[in-house]
């Protein structure tokens, strides 16, 4: 009988939790090796896609200390269509105000930033999209980030 209740009240709050705010589609976060990011490590994600009606929201998720040299980040993101039609785009992403004000939340000597990668997108084709991030900064290895992932949304209108 308590396991059932306790199983009731885990089942309650995964739905409470799954059905509140966004509509997730991917989200999946990798730690780097702490010697540094270097340019030969690109960091791989496999996006399932279903819907190619819906229009996305894509982010790029950065984990960095305080102790990080630039105020952005310059990525090359490649994306592989389940065809296998590739893109490639180089993304500059802002790390932190003009003033040296880290953007995104944290405490201490970390910060945790989600920056738009694309805004509104569609998925034309159903399937498994790869997404690979590598960092194309001055410095190889580049330090003090900790983190790269990627998060998928479906976009919804703001009301």
């Avoid at 209740?5 to 989200?27: H, N």
């Avoid at 200390?65 to 180089?90: C, E, M």
């Avoid at 880290?102 to 201490?108: E, N, P, R, S, V």
Wanted: glycine fraction near 6%; charged fraction near 25%; aromatic fraction near 14%.
């Amino acid at each position: 009988m308590r396991s059932a209740i306790i199983w009731m009240i885990m089942v309650s709050i995964l739905l409470w939790m799954t059905s509140c705010g966004t509509d997730y589609v991917f989200e999946d976060n990798q730690q780097l090796p702490s010697a540094g990011w270097s340019y030969e490590q690109k960091v791989r994600f496999e996006v399932p896609i279903e819907d190619t009606v819906s229009q996305y929201n894509v982010y790029l998720n950065l984990r960095h200390s305080n102790d990080y040299a630039y105020n952005n980040i310059w990525v090359w993101v490649y994306t592989t269509f389940p065809s296998g039609k590739q893109l490639k785009n180089r993304v500059d992403l802002p790390l932190a105000e003009v003033s040296g004000k880290w953007h995104g939340t944290g405490t201490g000597d970390i910060k945790s930033v989600q920056l738009y990668l694309q805004e509104r997108a569609r998925f034309p084709e159903k399937g498994i999209y790869v997404f690979e991030v590598e960092q194309n900064m001055r410095d190889n290895p580049l330090e003090e980030v900790m983190d790269v992932g990627l998060t998928v949304e479906v976009w919804q209108e703001e009301e």
